[in-house]
């Protein structure tokens, strides 16, 4: 499996930008299609973005679309969220994951590697 490491969370207020990074080490980076996730309090986990392997095919929840954006560094193996005009909702613990399954699956059990978690939160 594949090692997972998320940075650059934080505290930002509505209406503002935060670039999320999940550095991957262990099994081979590009080996994987990538998503991010996002948990809050009360809440079961849901669907951010993913990324195919190669980074020709994204998929975004509807609560996100047009807001993030989702990336892949090859050689850096890291997988970056752009989280521009952001809203109070949008605070949550995010999470970085790796599946050998395509990109288009969102569900968290079909993701088999998952990152620690990074606290978003998006004040009003």
Known sequence: ????????????????SLRLSCAASGRTFGNYNMGWF??????EREFVASISWNGGSTYYADSVKGRFTISRDAVKNTVYLQM??????????????????????VRSHEYASW??????????
């Open 38 to 43: 996002r948990q809050a309090p009360g809440k």
């Open 115 to 124: 990152g620690q978690g990074i606290q978003v939160t998006v004040s009003s």
């Open 84 to 105: 521009n005009s952001l809203k109070p909702e949008d605070t949550a613990v995010y999470y970085c994951a790796a599946t050998s399954l395509p990109a288009s699956y």
């Open 1 to 16: 499996q594949v090692q997972l490491r998320e940075s650059g969370g934080g505290l930002v207020q509505a209406g503002g």
